[in-house]
C-alpha cells in the first residue's frame, strides 16, 4: 500500500486474491497490470494514480506489475498493456486497454457509478432479499444500458423474481431481439411454468396408458419443470420419433428451451441436441 494514499496498492500473485477479489466486495477495484519497460503504462499510471488520491475512496487502485502477476494476468485474459479492468463484488464490470488521456478516464470511472450501484444492489440480496429486490426494481427505472438490464434480470432469476425477469426480457424484446444472456434467462422462464406438475402422478399413468401422448408430452413437461432434464429429453425424443407433427413437434420445442437453459458446453444438451439432429434430418 502506497504511504501517501490508502487507495493505492501494489499486488503480486500472492496477495492478488486478497487485494482486488476480496477487496471488490467491498468497493470498486481498478486493476492496473502494466510493466516498467511499457512506454505507454508510465504514461497511464500517473494518471490513475492522481485519480486514485483525488476522488479518495470512490475506488481502490492495484497497481499489477505482469512480472510479478503473471497467474493473475493469465486469469485476466491480459493480451496487451497497459489492460486496466474494474471489478466489483470479485467480477470483472468493465475494462479499457491502452493509455488513455485523463478526460477518457474521468469519464469511464463517472459511467461506472450505475454499474456499481448495481453490483451493490445484486449483493444485497444475499444478506437481505427483500432490501435488495426493492433497490433493484428503483435502479430499473432508470437504467438505460442493456447489459444492466440483463444483470439485474439475472439476478431477478436467481431469486425467482419472475415478474420481474419478464419485465425486462419485454423491454429488450421491444429492440426486436435479445442477446445470447437474455434468450437463456426467457428459456429458463418458459422452464419455470411447467413447475407444479406431479411427474410421479404422470408415470403412472403415462406407465398405464403408453400410447397416450398427450400424458406423455404432460410427464415431460412436468419432468422439466423438476428439473429432470435427462429423462423428459427420453421422452421428448419418443415423441418426436413417433408423433413428428402434434406432440412432437411441442416437445422438440421443449426440448430447445431446455438447451438455451442449459450451458451452453453441457454434456447434456451436447448429446440430446445430437440426438435430436439425427431423429429431424
Known amino acids: 500500500m502506497s504511504a501517501d494514499s490508502p487507495?493505492?496498492?501494489?499486488?503480486?500473485?500472492?496477495?492478488?486474491?486478497?487485494?482486488v477479489i476480496e477487496r471488490s466486495k467491498l468497493g470498486m477495484v481498478v486493476v492496473d497490470f502494466w510493466a516498467e519497460w511499457c512506454a505507454p503504462c508510465r504514461m497511464l499510471g500517473p494518471v490513475l494514480e492522481k485519480l486514485a488520491r483525488e476522488l479518495d475512496g470512490r475506488f481502490t487502485l492495484v497497481k499489477a506489475e505482469t512480472d510479478h502477476n503473471p497467474n493473475a494476468a493469465e486469469q485476466f485474459a491480459v493480451a496487451g498493456i497497459p489492460a486496466v479492468f474494474a471489478v466489483m463484488n470479485g467480477?470483472?464490470?468493465?475494462?479499457?486497454?491502452?493509455?488513455?488521456?485523463?478526460p477518457a478516464i474521468r469519464q469511464w470511472l463517472d459511467g461506472l457509478e450505475g454499474r456499481i450501484a448495481l453490483e451493490k444492489a445484486v449483493s444485497l440480496l444475499d444478506a437481505d432479499r427483500d432490501h435488495g429486490l426493492e433497490q433493484l426494481r428503483e435502479l430499473c427505472k432508470t437504467i438505460e444500458q442493456d447489459e444492466q438490464l440483463i444483470r439485474a434480470?439475472?439476478?431477478?432469476?436467481?431469486?425467482?423474481?419472475?415478474?420481474?425477469?419478464?419485465?425486462?426480457?419485454?423491454?429488450?424484446?421491444?429492440?426486436?431481439?435479445?442477446?445470447?444472456?437474455?434468450e437463456q434467462l426467457k428459456s429458463a422462464l418458459a422452464l419455470a411454468s411447467h413447475s407444479g406438475s406431479d411427474s410421479s402422478a404422470l408415470r403412472v399413468q403415462?406407465?398405464?396408458?403408453?400410447?397416450?401422448?398427450?400424458?406423455?408430452?404432460?410427464?415431460?413437461?412436468?419432468?422439466?419443470?423438476?428439473?429432470?432434464?435427462?429423462?423428459?429429453?427420453?421422452?421428448?425424443?419418443?415423441?418426436?420419433?413417433?408423433d413428428r407433427n402434434q406432440t412432437g413437434e411441442e416437445a422438440r420445442l421443449?426440448?430447445?428451451?431446455?438447451?438455451?437453459?442449459?450451458?451452453?458446453?453441457?454434456?447434456?444438451?451436447?448429446?440430446?441436441?445430437?440426438?435430436?439432429?439425427?431423429l429431424l434430418f
Open 7 to 19: 487507495w493505492l496498492i501494489d499486488t503480486t500473485d500472492k496477495t492478488f486474491e486478497v487485494d
Open 91 to 102: 467480477q470483472v464490470i468493465d475494462r479499457f486497454e491502452g493509455a488513455l488521456p485523463e
Open 153 to 182: 434480470a439475472q439476478a431477478f432469476s436467481s431469486c425467482d423474481a419472475n415478474e420481474d425477469v419478464q419485465m425486462i426480457l419485454d423491454r429488450l424484446e421491444e429492440r426486436g431481439f435479445l442477446e445470447p444472456e437474455a
Open 206 to 242: 403415462h406407465t398405464d396408458n403408453p400410447n397416450d401422448r398427450g400424458i406423455a408430452l404432460s410427464l415431460a413437461k412436468a419432468l422439466v419443470g423438476e428439473g429432470k432434464y435427462q429423462e423428459a429429453f427420453e421422452v421428448c425424443l419418443d415423441l418426436v420419433e413417433n
Open 254 to 278: 421443449l426440448m430447445i428451451d431446455v438447451f438455451k437453459a442449459l450451458p451452453p458446453d453441457s454434456s447434456l444438451v451436447t448429446e440430446y441436441r445430437r440426438r435430436l439432429s439425427m
